[in-house]
């Protein structure tokens, strides 16, 4: 089993910048990528960008590409996401996952995944 605790939600104005930490504890060896999902109500939780554990790969959604960068600290288990430039569409629950990813093309595929963490709140106001 793994868990996963994000932290580092909160609410900024346009144009500013938050950094969500997600840290994995558990079954570390279970899972090779770990992922950052959001969810806006009424809509599709949508993958914003996907850390290979084994190597130097991070997938990106086009709607953060240049925005957001992903991190993944192995020795702390920890996976960071540092957004800048923050929009009000980008007010949402974001997620952390983790899970074995067998093909690349599905790293931002929420149901590739099979551990989640409890979310937490981005609200970024005009």
């Known amino acids: 089993q793994v868990r996963l605790v994000e932290s580092g939600g909160g609410s900024v104005q346009t144009g500013g910048s938050l950094r969500l930490s997600c840290v994995a504890s558990?079954?570390?060896?279970?899972?090779?990528?770990m992922a950052w999902f959001r969810q806006a109500p009424g809509k599709e939780r949508e993958g914003l960008a996907a850390v290979f554990k084994g190597g130097p790969r991070t997938d990106y959604a086009d709607s953060v590409k240049g925005r957001f960068a992903a991190s993944l600290d192995t020795d702390k288990n920890t996976l960071y996401l540092h957004m800048d430039s923050l929009k009000p569409e980008d007010t949402a629950m974001y997620y952390c996952?983790?899970?074995?990813?067998?093909?690349?093309?599905?790293?931002?595929?929420?149901?590739?995944?099979?551990?989640w963490g409890q979310g937490t709140q981005v609200t970024v106001s005009s």
């Open positions: 996952a983790a899970g074995l990813i067998y093909y690349f093309s599905t790293s931002l595929t929420a149901t590739a995944y099979e551990y």
């Open positions: 558990g079954y570390i060896g279970g899972f090779n990528y």
